[in-house]
């Protein structure tokens, strides 16, 4: 049985297309057995060697497409060549005269050349698919080799979300073997968490991107691995359109980002840590330098006064320091606590005014305010935040003496801007100063001291009280930075 699925699958042309391996010998030797077969049916069974003809046309037309579907041109050719010299023997051999053996020569050239017309047509076209059929293949070898040698994890499915390629990092990044017939959308095979949350297989970046044509650009899913491995993935996902823009197939890369995430919250542990440290003697610092300032001014030493007054702005300034390391501590571990009341945003504003006036006699800050505006917030934290949005404005416009403050009501929101007319930021640095830790590094921004954590303990303090920040800036002729906060619903 096996043997004849075999000879079955050999001789099945449909079974070869794509292989180009055209065979001479397998027509050449079915087209003479053929023809032998049929000399001794018509000699020995059917006693009449004249009905040849006819049997042999349906035959040979036969024989020629299959084997010019099967060898191409080469086995139509030779089947071909087969039938010809079959039919001058024909002609030969049954003393075809006169008349007769002009029209027999005259049938055989026509036939011949039809029949070597069938032959090359098929042929071709059978060669034609094949080098297709090759060139596809090709190409999936060459996406499959691309795939396996990248450094990250991929997987690419069909339209319908059933999984095509993945790789060996993708595997290791899971922790396990990925099974033929997944579909994403429908199969879950590792518990995966999103900001906290568990999602479910809808819910997976290859299914999210499929259902609704959006992208994932750099985010991050943590998997719980069953060797008890936490593992922190990033993942960007696209679509692949085909040639009339329908969606043929989507992509996922997965980068393991657990030892980066590692990295930083040791990092995190660290700072948390040595700002603690730092906080006790600090205080102390300070308690003592205003002791001896009180001992000084009884002494009424005027040196000693001034020199104590510089050490007590610096440790405020250290102070300061510290206090913004724990917050951004605080807010990398998800400690930062709010204690939130409603409260007046326009006196915050003006208190908060008032008091760098009293510091800076420098500048001028103008408020452009619109009444009372009431918000449910934590009053400190924004009073925190326009104390950067202002000490900045003030850093960074050295020689400038204008500053703007206004706020007004939108819809359900209120609006703060800060403006100054100072060095302003690049546009492609608007973004980034939000940032941990991002400061501008061109030369005339290196010289402002600073540590790049203000905007950023900002932005998330107004991003917890569902508000948003921004920046509208240009180089060399200013910034201003706006906040928005819901109105308090009273
Ligand atoms: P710091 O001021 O301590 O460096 P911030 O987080 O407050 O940190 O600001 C981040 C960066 O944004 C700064 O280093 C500065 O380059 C830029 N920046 C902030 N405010 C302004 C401003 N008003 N004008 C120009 N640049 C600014």
Same mark, same amino acid.
């Given at each position: 049985m096996k043997t004849l699925y075999k000879i079955i699958h050999y001789l099945n042309p449909v079974a070869r297309l794509g292989k180009r391996q055209y065979s001479v010998f397998l027509p050449l030797f079915v087209s003479i057995f053929v023809s032998v077969t049929l000399e001794c049916y018509v000699y020995f069974v059917l006693h009449d060697p004249n009905v040849v003809g006819l049997y042999a046309i349906f035959l040979y037309i036969g024989l020629i497409i299959f084997f010019s579907f099967r060898d191409g041109v080469r086995g139509g050719f030779t089947a071909t060549a087969v039938t010809i010299v079959y039919y001058f023997y024909i002609i030969y051999t049954r003393h075809h005269q006169g008349q007769q053996l002009i029209t027999s020569i005259e049938t055989t050239i026509i036939l011949g050349i039809l029949y070597m017309f069938l032959g090359g047509v098929i042929g071709w076209l059978k060669q034609t698919i094949d080098k297709l059929i090759?060139?596809?293949?090709?190409?999936?070898?060459?996406?499959?080799?691309?795939?396996?040698?990248?450094?990250?994890?991929?997987?690419?499915?069909?339209?319908?979300?059933?999984?095509?390629?993945?790789?060996?990092?993708?595997?290791?990044?899971?922790?396990?073997?990925?099974?033929?017939?997944?579909?994403?959308?429908?199969?879950?095979?590792?518990?995966?968490?999103?900001?906290?949350?568990?999602?479910?297989?809808?819910q997976t970046p290859l299914a999210y991107t499929l259902a609704t044509g959006k992208p994932i650009t750099d985010k991050e899913y943590v998997i719980q691995r069953s060797d008890s491995k936490k593992v922190h993935m990033n993942i960007n996902t696209s679509l692949i359109h085909g040639q009339r823009g329908r969606v043929i197939a989507a992509a996922a890369i997965v980068n393991d980002i657990t030892q980066q995430k590692e990295l930083e919250s040791r990092k995190d542990d660290f700072v948390n840590m040595a700002s603690h440290e730092l906080k006790t003697p600090v205080t102390s610092l300070k308690l003592y330098s205003s002791l001896l300032k009180k001992h000084l001014e009884k002494l009424q030493d005027e040196k000693g006064i001034k020199t104590i007054i510089s050490i007590n702005q610096q440790t405020e300034r250290l102070q300061d320091l510290i206090n913004d390391l724990l917050d951004v501590s605080r807010l990398q571990t998800g400690k930062l606590m709010f204690t939130k009341e409603n409260f007046r945003l326009d006196l915050v504003i003006r208190e908060t005014i008032a008091g760098l006036k009293a510091a800076s006699k420098k500048q001028e800050i103008k408020y452009k305010g619109t009444g009372a505006v009431a918000i449910f917030g934590d009053k400190f934290r924004i009073y925190q935040v326009l104390t950067n949005l202002l000490t900045n404005a003030m850093k960074y416009s050295p020689e400038h003496e204008k500053i703007i403050v206004q706020i007004r009501k939108e819809d359900k929101k209120v609006?703060?801007?800060?403006?100054?007319? =100072?060095? @302003?930021?690049?546009?492609?640095?608007? %973004?980034?100063?939000?940032? *941990?830790?991002?400061?501008?590094?061109?030369?005339?921004?290196?010289?402002?001291? =600073?540590? @790049?954590?203000?905007?950023?303990?900002? %932005?998330?303090?107004?991003? *917890?009280?569902?508000?948003?920040?921004?920046?509208?800036?240009?180089?060399?002729? =200013?910034?201003?930075?706006?906040?928005?906060?819901?109105?308090?619903?009273k």
């Open positions: 090759e060139k596809e293949a090709d190409e999936r070898r060459r996406l499959q080799t691309i795939i396996q040698q990248l450094p990250v994890g991929i997987v690419i499915t069909d339209n319908q979300g059933r999984v095509q390629h993945s790789n060996k990092q993708l595997e290791s990044i899971l922790g396990i073997k990925l099974q033929k017939d997944l579909v994403a959308g429908r199969d879950i095979i590792i518990p995966v968490k999103h900001n906290g949350k568990e999602i479910n297989a809808s609006i703060v801007s800060v403006q100054d007319f =100072g060095i @302003g930021i690049a546009k492609d640095q608007q %973004k980034k100063v939000f940032d *941990r830790l991002y400061q501008v590094t061109e030369p005339k921004e290196k010289t402002f001291p =600073g540590l @790049g954590m203000g905007l950023y303990i900002s %932005k998330e303090i107004i991003k *917890r009280h569902r508000g948003t920040i921004w920046v509208e800036s240009e180089k060399g002729k =200013g910034s201003t930075f706006y906040f928005s906060l819901p109105l308090s619903k």
